[in-house]
Protein backbone atom coordinates (compact mmCIF):
# COMPACT_ATOMS: atom_id res chain seq x y z
CA UNK A 1 0.00 0.00 0.00
CA UNK A 2 1.09 3.15 -0.86
CA UNK A 3 0.51 6.79 -0.40
CA UNK A 4 -0.07 8.00 -3.51
CA UNK A 5 -3.01 5.00 -3.59
CA UNK A 6 -4.08 6.27 -0.91
CA UNK A 7 -3.92 9.82 -2.36
CA UNK A 8 -6.09 8.61 -5.11
CA UNK A 9 -8.56 7.18 -3.21
CA UNK A 10 -9.31 10.35 -1.49
CA UNK A 11 -9.22 12.35 -4.51
CA UNK A 12 -11.64 10.08 -6.18
CA UNK A 13 -13.87 9.62 -2.90
CA UNK A 14 -14.32 13.65 -2.80
CA UNK A 15 -14.98 14.26 -6.51
CA UNK A 16 -16.66 11.47 -7.64
CA UNK A 17 -14.90 10.85 -10.13
CA UNK A 18 -12.16 9.41 -11.57
CA UNK A 19 -11.61 12.03 -14.39
CA UNK A 20 -11.54 14.95 -11.85
CA UNK A 21 -9.64 13.08 -9.52
CA UNK A 22 -6.66 12.46 -12.19
CA UNK A 23 -6.94 16.31 -12.96
CA UNK A 24 -6.62 17.02 -9.73
CA UNK A 25 -3.98 14.39 -8.87
CA UNK A 26 -1.99 15.90 -12.32
CA UNK A 27 -1.73 11.71 -13.37
CA UNK A 28 -3.55 10.45 -16.51
CA UNK A 29 -6.57 8.80 -15.75
CA UNK A 30 -5.33 5.11 -16.66
CA UNK A 31 -2.37 5.24 -14.35
CA UNK A 32 -4.76 6.57 -11.38
CA UNK A 33 -7.27 3.91 -12.18
CA UNK A 34 -4.55 0.89 -12.32
CA UNK A 35 -3.76 2.21 -9.22
CA UNK A 36 -6.63 1.76 -7.57
CA UNK A 37 -7.44 -1.62 -9.02
CA UNK A 38 -3.99 -2.18 -7.66
CA UNK A 39 -5.03 -1.28 -4.04
CA UNK A 40 -8.38 -3.17 -4.53
CA UNK A 41 -6.72 -6.44 -5.29
CA UNK A 42 -4.22 -5.88 -2.21
CA UNK A 43 -7.29 -5.07 0.09
CA UNK A 44 -9.30 -8.03 -1.68
CA UNK A 45 -12.54 -5.74 -1.82
CA UNK A 46 -13.99 -3.09 -4.07
CA UNK A 47 -13.16 0.37 -3.06
CA UNK A 48 -15.73 2.16 -5.40
CA UNK A 49 -18.80 1.42 -7.79
CA UNK A 50 -19.06 2.77 -10.79
CA UNK A 51 -21.85 3.72 -12.92
CA UNK A 52 -22.44 5.33 -16.72
CA UNK A 53 -23.72 8.66 -14.37
CA UNK A 54 -21.74 8.28 -11.25
CA UNK A 55 -18.56 6.77 -8.98
CA UNK A 56 -19.68 5.99 -5.41
CA UNK A 57 -17.67 4.59 -2.31
CA UNK A 58 -19.05 0.91 -1.22
CA UNK A 59 -19.12 0.11 2.20
CA UNK A 60 -15.38 -1.29 1.60
CA UNK A 61 -14.23 1.95 0.39
CA UNK A 62 -16.89 4.11 3.56
CA UNK A 63 -14.67 1.97 6.18
CA UNK A 64 -11.22 3.10 4.65
CA UNK A 65 -11.78 6.26 3.56
CA UNK A 66 -11.34 7.51 7.61
CA UNK A 67 -7.90 5.51 7.91
CA UNK A 68 -7.07 6.43 4.37
CA UNK A 69 -6.94 10.38 5.58
CA UNK A 70 -5.73 9.48 8.73
CA UNK A 71 -2.36 8.55 6.95
CA UNK A 72 -1.72 11.23 4.76
CA UNK A 73 -2.77 13.33 7.46
CA UNK A 74 -0.06 11.51 9.27
CA UNK A 75 2.71 11.86 6.60
CA UNK A 76 2.34 15.47 5.86
CA UNK A 77 2.66 16.03 9.96
CA UNK A 78 5.89 13.91 9.91
CA UNK A 79 7.59 15.74 7.07
CA UNK A 80 6.61 19.24 8.41
CA UNK A 81 8.04 18.35 11.87
CA UNK A 82 11.07 17.25 10.34
CA UNK A 83 10.98 20.57 8.17
CA UNK A 84 10.47 22.19 11.86
CA UNK A 85 13.27 20.78 13.35
CA UNK A 86 15.57 22.29 10.76
CA UNK A 87 13.59 25.29 11.50
CA UNK A 88 11.49 25.87 8.11
CA UNK A 89 7.51 25.81 8.57
CA UNK A 90 5.74 24.02 5.34
CA UNK A 91 2.60 21.30 5.50
CA UNK A 92 -0.97 22.96 5.99
CA UNK A 93 -2.82 25.16 7.74
CA UNK A 94 -6.93 24.98 7.98
CA UNK A 95 -8.34 27.92 9.61
CA UNK A 96 -12.03 27.77 10.34
CA UNK A 97 -14.04 31.02 11.55
CA UNK A 98 -17.15 32.39 12.27
CA UNK A 99 -18.70 35.21 9.81
CA UNK A 100 -18.92 37.60 12.95
CA UNK A 101 -15.68 37.68 13.94
CA UNK A 102 -13.88 41.05 14.95
CA UNK A 103 -11.34 40.85 17.75
CA UNK A 104 -8.47 39.39 15.05
CA UNK A 105 -7.74 40.39 11.75
CA UNK A 106 -7.89 36.86 10.15
CA UNK A 107 -7.53 38.35 6.44
CA UNK A 108 -4.36 40.39 7.89
CA UNK A 109 -3.09 37.87 9.82
CA UNK A 110 -3.06 35.22 6.91
CA UNK A 111 -1.40 37.77 4.52
CA UNK A 112 1.47 38.20 6.79
CA UNK A 113 1.55 34.21 7.75
CA UNK A 114 1.75 33.83 3.83
CA UNK A 115 4.51 36.32 3.44
CA UNK A 116 6.75 34.56 6.21
CA UNK A 117 5.83 30.88 5.52
CA UNK A 118 5.15 30.82 1.64
CA UNK A 119 5.10 27.14 1.45
CA UNK A 120 2.24 26.31 3.64
CA UNK A 121 -0.89 25.51 2.20
CA UNK A 122 -3.80 27.59 3.78
CA UNK A 123 -7.71 26.14 4.15
CA UNK A 124 -10.10 28.69 5.29
CA UNK A 125 -13.31 27.51 6.32
CA UNK A 126 -16.49 29.49 7.68
CA UNK A 127 -18.82 27.76 9.42
CA UNK A 128 -20.68 27.95 13.24
CA UNK A 129 -19.09 27.99 16.37
CA UNK A 130 -19.90 24.73 17.62
CA UNK A 131 -18.72 23.22 14.13
CA UNK A 132 -15.78 24.47 14.30
CA UNK A 133 -14.79 23.57 17.87
CA UNK A 134 -15.48 19.83 16.78
CA UNK A 135 -13.54 20.20 14.06
CA UNK A 136 -10.74 21.13 15.94
CA UNK A 137 -11.19 17.94 18.39
CA UNK A 138 -11.23 15.74 15.52
CA UNK A 139 -8.14 17.39 13.46
CA UNK A 140 -10.17 18.72 10.46
CA UNK A 141 -8.98 22.11 11.55
CA UNK A 142 -6.07 23.56 13.15
CA UNK A 143 -7.07 26.45 14.54
CA UNK A 144 -10.57 28.19 14.80
CA UNK A 145 -12.17 31.72 15.70
CA UNK A 146 -15.65 31.58 17.58
CA UNK A 147 -18.42 33.66 19.40
CA UNK A 148 -19.92 32.11 22.29
CA UNK A 149 -22.60 33.48 25.09
CA UNK A 150 -20.72 34.13 27.95
CA UNK A 151 -22.23 31.05 29.88
CA UNK A 152 -20.55 28.76 27.68
CA UNK A 153 -16.60 28.01 27.25
CA UNK A 154 -15.15 25.69 24.25
CA UNK A 155 -14.13 22.13 25.38
CA UNK A 156 -11.78 19.57 24.61
CA UNK A 157 -9.47 22.39 22.75
CA UNK A 158 -6.88 24.70 23.99
CA UNK A 159 -8.20 28.13 24.47
CA UNK A 160 -7.51 31.99 24.43
CA UNK A 161 -10.48 34.66 25.12
CA UNK A 162 -9.65 37.56 22.22
CA UNK A 163 -12.67 39.80 23.48
CA UNK A 164 -15.64 40.46 25.07
CA UNK A 165 -18.48 42.38 23.23
CA UNK A 166 -22.35 43.21 23.09
CA UNK A 167 -25.04 42.67 20.91
CA UNK A 168 -26.69 45.49 18.96
CA UNK A 169 -30.22 45.66 17.69
CA UNK A 170 -30.06 46.07 13.60
CA UNK A 171 -33.62 47.37 11.93
CA UNK A 172 -34.74 48.83 8.75
CA UNK A 173 -34.31 52.52 7.68
CA UNK A 174 -37.42 53.31 8.05
CA UNK A 175 -38.64 51.57 10.87
CA UNK A 176 -40.23 53.14 13.60
CA UNK A 177 -37.33 52.19 16.10
CA UNK A 178 -34.20 53.62 13.65
CA UNK A 179 -34.46 57.23 15.12
CA UNK A 180 -34.07 55.85 18.77
CA UNK A 181 -30.39 56.27 20.36
CA UNK A 182 -31.07 53.35 22.60
CA UNK A 183 -33.56 50.47 22.83
CA UNK A 184 -34.65 47.65 25.53
CA UNK A 185 -35.39 43.81 25.41
CA UNK A 186 -38.66 44.40 26.09
CA UNK A 187 -39.51 46.74 23.50
CA UNK A 188 -37.52 45.06 20.74
CA UNK A 189 -39.25 41.34 22.31
CA UNK A 190 -43.19 43.19 20.45
CA UNK A 191 -41.00 42.61 17.30
CA UNK A 192 -40.62 40.19 14.57
CA UNK A 193 -37.01 38.81 14.64
CA UNK A 194 -34.40 37.45 11.64
CA UNK A 195 -31.89 35.25 13.86
CA UNK A 196 -29.92 32.40 13.49
CA UNK A 197 -31.04 28.77 13.54
CA UNK A 198 -32.00 27.82 16.94
CA UNK A 199 -29.48 25.66 18.76
CA UNK A 200 -26.33 27.57 16.87
CA UNK A 201 -23.98 29.06 19.69
CA UNK A 202 -24.76 32.23 17.87
CA UNK A 203 -28.16 32.21 18.54
CA UNK A 204 -27.96 31.56 21.97
CA UNK A 205 -26.78 34.62 23.03
CA UNK A 206 -30.26 36.59 22.13
CA UNK A 207 -32.31 33.25 22.81
CA UNK A 208 -30.61 33.16 26.68
CA UNK A 209 -31.11 37.03 26.98
CA UNK A 210 -34.95 37.11 26.53
CA UNK A 211 -35.21 33.73 28.44
CA UNK A 212 -33.49 36.02 31.45
CA UNK A 213 -35.41 38.51 31.09
CA UNK A 214 -38.75 36.54 31.03
CA UNK A 215 -39.83 37.52 26.96
CA UNK A 216 -40.81 35.56 24.70
CA UNK A 217 -39.97 36.64 20.98
CA UNK A 218 -41.03 36.00 17.55
CA UNK A 219 -38.01 34.79 15.80
CA UNK A 220 -40.20 34.12 11.87
CA UNK A 221 -37.09 33.97 9.88
CA UNK A 222 -33.87 31.47 10.60
CA UNK A 223 -30.94 31.99 8.03
CA UNK A 224 -27.21 30.47 8.52
CA UNK A 225 -25.37 33.59 7.94
CA UNK A 226 -24.78 37.06 9.61
CA UNK A 227 -24.75 38.56 6.46
CA UNK A 228 -28.13 37.20 5.34
CA UNK A 229 -29.45 38.61 8.58
CA UNK A 230 -28.92 42.26 7.45
CA UNK A 231 -30.53 41.36 3.78
CA UNK A 232 -33.54 40.48 5.47
CA UNK A 233 -33.69 43.18 7.56
CA UNK A 234 -33.20 45.74 4.98
CA UNK A 235 -36.36 45.40 3.43
CA UNK A 236 -38.12 45.39 7.05
CA UNK A 237 -39.08 41.64 7.26
CA UNK A 238 -38.32 41.30 10.71
CA UNK A 239 -35.11 42.93 13.18
CA UNK A 240 -32.13 41.41 14.74
CA UNK A 241 -29.62 41.50 17.06
CA UNK A 242 -25.87 41.09 15.75
CA UNK A 243 -22.54 41.84 17.31
CA UNK A 244 -21.75 45.33 18.15
CA UNK A 245 -18.15 45.29 16.13
CA UNK A 246 -20.12 43.54 13.48
CA UNK A 247 -21.66 46.50 13.13
CA UNK A 248 -19.51 48.73 10.43
CA UNK A 249 -19.62 46.07 7.96
CA UNK A 250 -23.70 46.24 7.71
CA UNK A 251 -24.75 48.62 4.84
CA UNK A 252 -28.68 49.86 4.05
CA UNK A 253 -29.72 49.02 7.70
CA UNK A 254 -29.54 50.85 11.23
CA UNK A 255 -27.54 49.81 14.50
CA UNK A 256 -29.40 50.76 17.84
CA UNK A 257 -27.56 50.48 21.50
CA UNK A 258 -29.66 48.36 23.70
CA UNK A 259 -29.91 49.07 27.40
CA UNK A 260 -29.62 45.58 28.41
CA UNK A 261 -27.67 44.18 25.62
CA UNK A 262 -26.79 40.22 26.15
CA UNK A 263 -22.87 39.62 25.68
CA UNK A 264 -20.72 37.31 23.80
CA UNK A 265 -16.81 36.34 24.03
CA UNK A 266 -14.82 35.61 20.76
CA UNK A 267 -12.49 32.96 21.20
CA UNK A 268 -9.29 31.56 19.46
CA UNK A 269 -8.99 27.58 20.15
CA UNK A 270 -6.54 24.81 18.71
CA UNK A 271 -5.49 21.55 19.43
CA UNK A 272 -5.18 20.85 23.26
CA UNK A 273 -1.91 18.37 22.92
CA UNK A 274 0.88 18.67 20.03
CA UNK A 275 -0.75 21.81 17.65
CA UNK A 276 1.16 21.57 13.94
CA UNK A 277 4.35 23.52 13.28
CA UNK A 278 2.22 26.00 11.10
CA UNK A 279 -0.57 25.98 13.86
CA UNK A 280 1.97 27.06 16.68
CA UNK A 281 3.29 29.86 14.06
CA UNK A 282 0.29 30.89 13.28
CA UNK A 283 -0.94 31.32 16.91
CA UNK A 284 2.52 32.80 17.28
CA UNK A 285 1.35 35.84 15.08
CA UNK A 286 -1.85 36.23 17.04
CA UNK A 287 0.73 36.88 19.93
CA UNK A 288 -0.97 33.63 21.63
CA UNK A 289 1.80 30.43 22.78
CA UNK A 290 0.23 26.94 21.62
CA UNK A 291 2.76 25.53 24.37
CA UNK A 292 4.90 23.19 21.82
Known amino acids: MELQQLRYVVAIAETSSFTR ?29 RTSRRV ?15 CLDAAERAAAEVAAAVGEVRGRLAVGLIPTVTAADV ?31 DGALDVA ?43 LASEVFVDLPAGTAGRAQSDQAFAAAGLDRDVAYEVSSA ?21 PQLTGVVTIEITDAPA ?6 WAEANPTP ?15
Open 145 to 187: FLGLPTTARPRGVAVRELARGRLIAVVAPDHPLAGEPAVSLRR
Open 107 to 137: PGTLREFHDRFPQVRVKLRVGASDDLIEQVR
Open 227 to 247: DYVARLVRPGLGVAMLPAGYA
Open 264 to 269: RVEYVV
Open 56 to 70: RLTPAGEAFLPSARQ
Open 21 to 49: AAERCLVVQSALSHQVARLERELGARLFE
Open 278 to 292: AASAFLGLLGVDAGR
